[in-house]
C-alpha cells in the first residue's frame, strides 16, 4: 500500500487505467504494459500469475487500454477491439460467457475502426469511428 504517488520505472506513458486489483497502460512508443493481481487473467500475458511490476502484453502497437473489474480491453493502433480476463458474465465481448478466463488478448468482432472502449466492474462498452 502506497499513501502517496510512486514512478513507475522510467518510461513515459501516453495513457494508464487502473482496474479492480490491476493496471494497464500504453507507453509511448504504443506498447502494452500491465500489472498487478492476475487471478482472472486480466493482467493478459497469459497467466494465472500476479505481476508486482509492468509486463510487455505481446508485440503488437496499441492506442488505447481500459482496465475493468477482473478483464481489460484495448484498441490496437489499426482500430481493432481486443479484450481478456474474467469472462464469466460475458464481458469479454466473445459472444458468450465462460467459467474459464481468457488470459492473453482475444479479438472481439472483426472491425477495424473502434474509437474508444471503457471497462467496468463486470461490462465493456466500446465506440465506433463514423464511417467516412
Not at 8 to 22: D, K, P, Q
Not at 23 to 47: E, M, P
Not at 85 to 90: D, F, I, L, Q, T
Request: glycine share 12%; aromatic share 6%; net charge positive.
Amino acid at each position: 500500500a502506497r499513501t502517496a504517488p510512486v514512478q513507475i520505472g522510467t518510461a513515459t506513458w501516453t495513457s494508464v487505467s487502473a482496474g479492480y486489483e490491476h493496471t494497464c497502460g500504453v507507453r509511448t512508443d504504443s506498447s502494452l504494459w500491465c500489472w498487478g493481481s492476475s487471478s482472472s487473467g486480466q493482467v493478459g500475458d497469459g497467466a494465472l500469475v500476479s505481476r508486482s511490476s509492468p509486463v510487455k502484453i505481446g508485440a503488437a502497437t496499441w492506442r488505447v487500454v481500459s482496465a475493468g473489474g477482473l478483464h481489460t480491453c484495448g484498441i490496437r493502433t489499426e482500430g481493432t477491439l481486443w479484450c481478456w480476463g474474467s469472462n464469466s458474465v460475458a464481458q469479454v465481448g466473445i459472444g458468450s460467457q465462460s467459467v474459464t478466463p481468457s488470459t492473453a488478448p482475444v479479438q472481439v468482432g472483426a472491425l477495424t475502426r473502434w474509437h474508444t472502449v471503457s471497462s467496468g466492474f463486470s461490462h465493456s462498452n466500446a465506440l465506433l469511428r463514423p464511417e467516412a
